[in-house]
């Protein structure tokens, strides 16, 4: 029986399998027949036309892109299948880093700069997009213009106010009179938009200007009825929080308490450096039962380098205070801040952990067997990991991460630092020959004098194949149970510091960019084939493009003498 005679509840499953697991085989399958066509069509309209996109440039009108799409929309009766409208405009203070992990809203601002002409307006244009079933509306950058009017702007009101609004990215500096209103503002819209689930926000704060929590009273101005107008808790679903300048404060989420319901609170991002005293604050005065995902930036505001002792203390018993969350990201950690500690509050519901670690800073062991024995439901993982040269404590630790019994889909950051570098005192390996025991011509940084040895050892911790990628893959899928689930992916990735911080320029780690390569190896999904893997690289050596005058800084005349160490 061919796939074309299969029934369509068989095909119906597979086309929604496509959709989950490979969404362009979706679009393969209107060109088989008519019968596909037909079954493939809902799904494929769905795809194409479930995010929407408007840019909202001066010199182009806002009326005729809506006209236009609503047009195209008819044509394919689409308007239901629109899931999200974003609305795309000039940014006041550039985009920042995206986030991995998460869909991250486009932008809108600066309507001062548009024609308000009421036949050029996208006034009532808005209002139809939203009536067509445009159920979602995202606003990023966004800024009132009316700041400063003594009337509510009629239009920025109903954005703010629209059933439809779902997020916002607001974007405010505290050392500035305009800043402060727009901070009160925000906050105020926060009890006037009534399905609000998102905020992104972006604030430029200095520690020495932040008040205290409630000393800005609520603003009454931003609205189109007398008096103060309703007010209630917001419940937003999802907080990003990025702060300039200082680590972030207490008062920064304890006066968003005033106005936004933590208590259903799913998603908490903090991407910004954090105060010891700000963590030990909110263990105490905030409660977030709903939490479910948690981001948080453990470096200082220096970039990569580690915390006082206490600062782990802290963060240890914030992280205590949280119910049992399914998502952790944890960046800039140190090892002082035990994961033994993390597995043991939020085990039984984590799914994900994601794990940055600071230059030398890497999970032993031990840490992965505490995974292995209080997270029985982990199945998506990103960890580093101290790569020896495949020596037995390298296999114990790919033999460790078996015993996590669902985890399905791993990276893992394979750290080649050598601390004998930069350790006083340091013992020269005993392994080492006449030839190791030289002076390299490179100097890797670090007080102990490079030589030939650890450039040898640098590069086969470096340097992977298609074989060794397999083959840790193999290593870590045989020390899973016989009736567990299969590791469907694995990521390889290198890293190296001479140094346990991070510095801009370092030789050891120029090497390590220059000579390593990212490996993702899949499991064949094909039902009879699953013991297959396939490896494929996803990032070559920089060296393939590397040029001359740059191997004159690391004392390299040709990369055929590198290999002279191998």
Known sequence: MSFQELPPEIISLVIRFLTDNHSLSVFRLLRVDKRCFALALPIAKSLVFHTVRLDLCVNRRVGRQVARLCAQFQKANAFTCVRRLIIEGHFSFGRGSRDSY???????????????????????????????????????????????????????????????????????????????????????????????????????????????????????????????????LAAIECLRVRHAYDPMPAATLEELAAYIDFSVLQTLDLTSPIQGEALEAWADHLHFLALQTLRLLLGTQMGRTGQAPDFYLKATRFLQSLPALSDVYLDEWHSQLPIGTLTQSHGPRLRKLSVAGLPWQCFTENDILQLGRHCPLLEKMSIPIRRTQGDAREVA????????????????????????????????????????????????????????????????????????????????????????????????????????????????????????????????????????????????????????ENQVKLGIVTFGEVFLWL
């Open 102 to 232: 998460e869909w991250s809203p486009p932008s809108v601002s600066h309507f001062s700069s548009f024609s308000r002409d009421p036949q050029d307006s996208d006034e009532s244009e808005e209002q139809n997009l939203v009536r067509k079933g445009w159920n979602q509306l995202h606003l990023q950058s966004f800024e009132l213009r009316s700041i400063y009017a003594p009337t509510t702007d009629e239009h920025e009101y109903r954005l703010v106010t629209s059933p439809s609004l779902n997020t916002i990215s607001p974007y405010y500096e505290t050392n500035t009179p305009e800043g402060i209103r727009q901070k009160q503002a925000f906050l105020r819209i926060l009890s006037l938009a009534p399905n609000l689930k998102a905020i992104y926000l972006n604030v430029k704060q200095n520690t020495s200007d932040v008040p205290a929590a409630g000393t800005y009273s609520r603003w009454s101005k931003f609205t189109q009825e007398q008096g103060e107008g309703p007010f209630h």
């Open 397 to 548: 630790l790919y033999k460790a991460l078996g015993t996590v019994r669902n985890l399905k889909f791993l990276d893992l950051v394979l750290d080649v630092s050598d601390p004998t570098l930069d350790q006083e005192h340091a013992s020269i390996d005993p392994d080492w020959d006449d030839f190791d025991n030289q002076p390299a011509n490179v100097n890797l940084g670090g007080i102990n004098p490079s030589r030939n040895g650890h450039i040898r050892r640098l590069l086969i911790n470096t340097l992977i194949d298609k074989q060794l990628a397999c083959s840790i893959l193999e290593v870590i899928s045989a020390a899973k149970p016989q009736d567990a689930p299969l590791l469907e992916r694995l990521s390889l990735s290198i890293q190296g510091q001479t140094r346990p911080a991070y510095f801009a320029r370092c030789e050891f780690s120029h090497l390590v960019r220059l000579l390593s390569t990212e490996w993702t190896i899949e499991r064949d999904i094909r039902h009879e084939h699953r013991n297959k893997v396939d490896a494929r690289i996803t990032m070559i050596p920089i060296s393939r493009s590397f040029k001359m």
